[in-house]
């Protein structure tokens, strides 16, 4: 076994890595560059050696860099996550030379399935399942124009060397094809320093599902059961589950199968994923190997109980194989959501500076027999820097069921805080509850077909509008009881509220009337008090009447006024408190924010006298940017497609924003022309900085 372990990666996977050697008795060693030196993953580590500039090209991408850290180091073994070094031949072949174990496969496999064209040739050898396509050398948009053509609308525009949704589109035209060709050549040119291109047919209705392998140096290999992938936002995923909902146990073996003969063609040893498309009829093809431990890792981890980091370590370590193929089996289920710095309600476009708060749920069994697990890299204080990837962490769960499992998602979205920059929570919460992902009638075109105008908000039924605003109004009468207690206020009548407290909260474009029915020995309750409470054991509960209801309702919160999140409790047909929802929370004048289960409301509380005016104050409006291209994330101006004075159209590209390694086309949302461009290309914008103005 080794002594050392270098990581040659950042953030969560150097973390995730770290965990498992430290486990197994493994000295770590880190890396870093100038924008991670105070990241999480040099603090994990046992040791941790400067590597550079913030530029991946300058630093994590330097391969001599990293030999010299495991030289300085006496590192013996190099673990390279996935992404930057990851699936290199040229960085295991280098390794070899310095008489370091590069953990993963052998740098041919790497090669082999590295290399999207001819890992389709060795697959369709090997007897896997393969899309039509056109696979030779493409010369230019004109040459892909006629490949696409012949293979017959809609095509898939791939870089050869591709991964994580860069140099990649979609195309269901010429013209479409000619610009997929022009960005995708110029995204895998700048992201992979390798410009081939080659195309595909475009599978309809599509789900994408991955199969698991592990083989080791003797022979041996074993498939791990799948992973369902198919909720992605431009080929990246976004939400993984374990098994799929689609897959019956015919088809699951047979795509192990070919997966595993895939891996045996090639020579492979370590953990490795064969990712597939699969149609509405479950006929499935090769998509590509990713030679390397997937992001999605944990799913599978959670539902066969191996620890896939490991077995990559012990196989580099040249030990066989444990586990045979009947050891594997797949208990229960999982649900992995990723968590991007990127801003729902601007198109998913990415956000960068610092978590002013990071608090996940806690990791751990639950007491219904569900299972939390956060993978991450991050923490609060810390930087979402634009030189990197934009994930903060991958939330999982696990459950006997994919109900549970989804439900135990559900709540702990709602716990997750996040602060300080735009993140997709909202957005996972709202994906959780869509009926259509409930029932798992997904494809890879879910988010497109589902919000094709970008996402604005999840809306909440009518009775999650009256839970919201019941926490609302308790929230309400707790922060003005506990305001009558500040000393030296001007005396304002009694220290307590009346019998009854009325309010009226407005939310949603609806208006409620709630009633509060409080005893006096009613108090704040910490989360450890109700879970366990019998009713009656802390005070009588809040009652709450709402105007168009007769009977009153049973709750007691969770909060105290500055918390973050209020945990709701209602009685239970045992006598006891169960949490029936959590909520994250905070103050604004005259109400609180409220967010909860991809919702984000502004509520107002007030007094009935306060509410009959407040109707009549009148509504504050937006300034008017219709006549401005903004910019709708930071990044740098890459190309500029008009000048001044020039006429467009509806559609016309305007300019090209490079942001987080992705090229991003602003296009015309009407005709007009420009009037100025304050900007030139090589700038760097901030969000919402002008670049263009139209003739009013």
Same mark, same amino acid.
């Given at each position: 076994?080794?002594?050392?372990?270098?990581?040659?990666?950042?953030?969560?996977?150097?973390?995730?890595?770290?965990?498992?050697?430290?486990?197994?008795?493994?000295?770590?060693?880190?890396?870093?560059?100038?924008?991670?030196?105070?990241?999480?993953?040099?603090?994990?580590?046992?040791?941790?050696?400067?590597?550079?500039?913030?530029?991946?090209?300058?630093?994590?991408?330097?391969?001599?860099?990293?030999?010299?850290?495991?030289?300085?180091?006496?590192?013996?073994?190099?673990?390279?996550?996935?992404?930057?070094?990851?699936?290199?031949?040229? +960085?295991?072949? %280098?390794?070899?030379?310095?008489?370091?174990?590069?953990?993963?496969?052998?740098?041919?496999?790497?090669?082999?399935?590295?290399?999207?064209?001819?890992?389709?040739?060795?697959?369709?050898?090997?007897?896997?399942?393969?899309?039509?396509?056109?696979?030779?050398?493409?010369?230019?948009?004109?040459?892909?124009?006629?490949?696409?053509?012949?293979?017959?609308?809609?095509?898939?525009?791939?870089?050869?060397?591709?991964?994580?949704?860069? !140099?990649?589109?979609?195309?269901?035209?010429?013209?479409?094809?000619?610009?997929?060709?022009?960005?995708?050549?110029?995204?895998?040119?700048?992201?992979?320093?390798?410009?081939?291109?080659?195309?595909?047919? +475009?599978?309809?209705?599509?789900?994408?599902?991955?199969?698991?392998?592990?083989?080791?140096?003797?022979?041996?290999?074993?498939?791990?059961?799948?992973?369902?992938?198919?909720?992605?936002?431009?080929?990246?995923?976004?939400?993984?589950?374990?098994?799929?909902?689609?897959?019956?146990?015919?088809? %699951?073996?047979?795509?192990?199968?070919?997966?595993?003969?895939?891996?045996?063609?090639?020579?492979?040893?370590?953990?490795?994923?064969?990712?597939?498309?699969?149609?509405?009829?479950?006929?499935?093809?090769?998509?590509?190997?990713?030679?390397?431990?997937?992001?999605?890792? #944990?799913?599978?981890?959670?539902?066969?109980?191996?620890?896939?980091?490991?077995?990559?370590?012990?196989?580099?370590?040249?030990?066989?194989?444990?586990?045979?193929?009947?050891?594997?089996?797949?208990?229960?289920?999982?649900?992995?959501?990723?968590?991007?710095?990127?801003?729902?309600?601007?198109?998913?476009?990415?956000?960068?500076?610092?978590?002013?708060?990071?608090?996940?749920?806690?990791?751990?069994? %639950?007491?219904?027999?569900?299972?939390?697990?956060?993978?991450?890299?991050?923490?609060?204080?810390?930087?979402?820097?634009?030189?990197?990837?934009?994930?903060?962490?991958?939330?999982?769960?696990?459950?006997? *069921?994919?109900?549970?499992?989804?439900?135990?998602?559900?709540?702990?979205?709602?716990?997750?805080?996040?602060? !300080?920059?735009?993140?997709?929570?909202?957005?996972?919460?709202?994906? &959780?509850?869509?009926?259509?992902?409930?029932?798992?009638? /997904?494809?890879?075109?879910?988010?497109?077909?589902?919000?094709?105008? !970008?996402?604005?908000?999840?809306?909440?039924?009518?009775?999650?509008?009256?839970?919201?605003?019941?926490?609302?109004?308790?929230?309400?009468? &707790?922060?003005?009881?506990?305001?009558?207690?500040?000393?030296?206020?001007?005396?304002?009548?009694?220290?307590?509220?009346?019998?009854?407290?009325?309010?009226?909260?407005?939310?949603?474009?609806?208006?409620?009337?709630?009633?509060?029915?409080?005893?006096?020995? @009613?108090?704040?309750?910490?989360?450890?008090?109700?879970? *366990?409470?019998?009713? !009656?054991?802390?005070?009588?509960?809040?009652?709450?009447?709402?105007?168009?209801?007769?009977?009153?309702?049973?709750?007691? /919160?969770?909060? $105290?006024?500055?918390?973050?999140?209020?945990?709701?409790?209602?009685?239970?047909?045992?006598?006891?408190?169960?949490?029936?929802?959590?909520?994250?929370?905070? #103050?604004?004048?005259?109400?609180?924010?409220?967010?909860?289960?991809?919702?984000?409301?502004?509520?107002?509380?007030?007094?009935?006298?306060?509410?009959?005016?407040?109707?009549?104050?009148?509504?504050?409006?937006?300034?008017?940017? @219709?006549?401005?291209?903004?910019?709708?994330?930071?990044?740098?101006?890459?190309?500029?497609?008009?000048?001044?004075?020039?006429?467009?159209?509806?559609?016309?590209?305007?300019?090209?924003?490079?942001?987080?390694?992705?090229?991003?086309?602003?296009?015309?949302?009407?005709?007009? $022309?420009?009037?100025?461009?304050? =900007?030139? =290309?090589?700038? *760097?914008?901030?969000?919402?900085?002008?670049?263009?103005?139209?003739?009013?």
């Amino acid at each position: 076994m080794f002594s050392k372990i270098l990581v040659a990666n950042r953030g969560e996977i150097a973390c995730r890595v770290f965990k498992t050697a430290k486990r197994l008795g493994i000295g770590t060693v880190a890396v870093f560059s100038e924008a991670d030196r105070n990241a999480l993953h040099t603090e994990m580590a046992d040791e941790a050696v400067f590597i550079g500039p913030p530029a991946a090209a300058e630093s994590y991408l330097v391969i001599d860099r990293i030999i010299e850290a495991c030289k300085e180091t006496g590192a013996d073994a190099v673990h390279p996550g996935y992404g930057f070094l990851s699936e290199r031949a040229e +960085f295991a072949e %280098r390794l070899k030379a310095e008489g370091i174990t590069f953990i993963g496969p052998p740098p041919n496999a790497i090669e082999a399935m590295g290399d999207k064209i001819t890992s389709k040739k060795i697959a369709a050898e090997a007897g896997v399942s393969t899309v039509p396509g056109y696979m030779g050398l493409i010369d230019d948009a004109e040459h892909a124009v006629r490949i696409a053509t012949e293979i017959g609308y809609p095509v898939m525009i791939k870089a050869s060397a591709g991964g994580g949704g860069k !140099g990649m589109r979609i195309a269901w035209t010429d013209d479409e094809a000619r610009e997929g060709f022009e960005r995708s050549k110029s995204e895998a040119a700048s992201s992979f320093g390798d410009d081939r291109i080659f195309i595909e047919k +475009f599978v309809t209705e599509p789900r994408h599902i991955e199969i698991q392998v592990l083989a080791d140096q003797h022979g041996d290999a074993v498939y791990l059961g799948e992973r369902e992938c198919s909720i992605q936002r431009r080929n990246q995923k976004v939400i993984e589950e374990a098994p799929s909902p689609f897959l019956d146990t015919a088809t %699951r073996q047979a795509m192990g199968v070919q997966a595993v003969a895939l891996a045996r063609a090639v020579g492979y040893a370590s953990a490795g994923t064969v990712e597939f498309i699969v149609d509405r009829d479950r006929n499935f093809y090769f998509l590509e190997m990713n030679t390397r431990l997937q992001v999605e890792h #944990p799913v599978t981890e959670l539902i066969t109980g191996v620890d896939l980091v490991e077995q990559m370590i012990r196989v580099a370590a040249g030990e066989r194989l444990a586990l045979a193929q009947s050891d594997i089996k797949l208990n229960g289920w999982a649900v992995e959501s990723r968590l991007y710095a990127e801003d729902p309600y601007r198109n998913f476009l990415p956000s960068i500076g610092r978590l002013t708060r990071y608090r996940p749920p806690e990791e751990g069994t %639950r007491p219904d027999g569900t299972v939390v697990r956060n993978d991450t890299g991050v923490f609060e204080g810390g930087e979402i820097s634009m030189f990197y990837d934009p994930m903060i962490a991958k939330l999982c769960t696990w459950g006997e *069921s994919r109900d549970s499992a989804v439900e135990a998602m559900r709540e702990a979205l709602d716990e997750f805080e996040v602060e !300080g920059i735009g993140h997709n929570l909202p957005f996972l919460s709202a994906v &959780m509850d869509h009926p259509r992902f409930q029932s798992g009638r /997904i494809t890879t075109a879910f988010i497109a077909e589902e919000y094709p105008d !970008g996402f604005a908000g999840a809306t909440l039924d009518g009775e999650a509008l009256r839970l919201v605003a019941a926490v609302s109004a308790m929230a309400g009468w &707790m922060t003005r009881r506990r305001d009558s207690f500040i000393s030296g206020r001007m005396a304002q009548g009694s220290r307590s509220e009346p019998a009854e407290t009325p309010f009226v909260v407005r939310l949603a474009d609806e208006e409620f009337e709630i009633a509060i029915d409080e005893d006096a020995t @009613s108090g704040f309750y910490d989360i450890d008090d109700l879970t *366990s409470a019998p009713v !009656g054991d802390f005070g009588d509960p809040v009652w709450l009447t709402f105007g168009d209801e007769d009977e009153a309702r049973n709750y007691q /919160i969770a909060w $105290r006024p500055g918390g973050r999140v209020a945990r709701i409790f209602a009685e239970t047909g045992d006598g006891h408190w169960h949490e029936i929802a959590a909520m994250k929370i905070a #103050p604004l004048p005259g109400g609180f924010r409220i967010r909860y289960r991809g919702a984000d409301l502004k509520v107002q509380v007030m007094a009935p006298h306060v509410a009959r005016l407040a109707a009549l104050m009148p509504e504050k409006l937006p300034p008017d940017t @219709s006549n401005m291209l903004l910019c709708p994330m930071p990044g740098l101006v890459v190309a500029l497609n008009v000048a001044e004075g020039d006429d467009v159209q509806e559609g016309q590209p305007l300019a090209i924003i490079e942001a987080m390694k992705m090229e991003n086309v602003l296009r015309a949302e009407k005709a007009g $022309r420009i009037a100025a461009i304050p =900007v030139e =290309v090589g700038d *760097s914008l901030a969000v919402d900085a002008v670049i263009m103005e139209f003739e009013t």
